[in-house]
């Protein structure tokens, strides 16, 4: 399973980005995905998931009202939508996905890095003026 995550640029603050990030070579229908920021010298954070269902979505609250995370109808793609960014967004930004386990609930969301099995390379979001 590969995921390839783009649509990372330069922003000026309070500009707007939508990163996408497409999951290639699973034989699941979907999965519960997630996507993270890291930037030097820190851990990868939370920023936003959805359910494997996509019934439910959830944010970091540094970016609730302005993020919003969502998928494509075929359910191989993942988007988070990115408006008023500002200077702190600036981050390498990582999208996941969760190979689906037997115990999983359809709509529930994961928030840690260790919930998820598979990792996209990463695409840097940089807010600038």
């Known amino acids: 399973v590969q995921l390839q995550a783009s649509g990372g640029g330069l922003v000026q603050p309070g500009g707007s980005l939508r990163l996408s990030c497409v999951v290639a070579?699973?034989?699941?229908?979907?999965?519960?995905m997630g996507w993270f920021r890291q930037t030097p010298g820190n851990e990868r954070e939370f920023v936003a998931a959805?359910?494997?269902?996509?019934?439910?979505?959830g944010y970091a609250n540094s970016v609730k009202g302005r993020f919003t995370i969502s998928r494509s109808t075929s359910k191989k793609t993942a988007f988070l939508q990115m408006i008023s960014l500002k200077l702190e967004d600036t981050a390498v930004y990582y999208c996941?996905?969760?190979?689906?386990?037997?115990?999983?609930?359809?709509?529930?969301?994961?928030?840690?890095?260790?919930?998820?099995?598979?990792w996209g390379q990463g695409t840097l979001v940089t807010v600038s003026s």
């Open positions: 996941a996905a969760r190979r689906r386990q037997s115990s999983d609930g359809v709509d529930v969301y994961y928030t840690r890095t260790s919930d998820y099995d598979y």
């Open positions: 070579g699973s034989t699941e229908t979907t999965h519960a």
């Open positions: 959805i359910s494997w269902r996509g019934g439910r979505t």
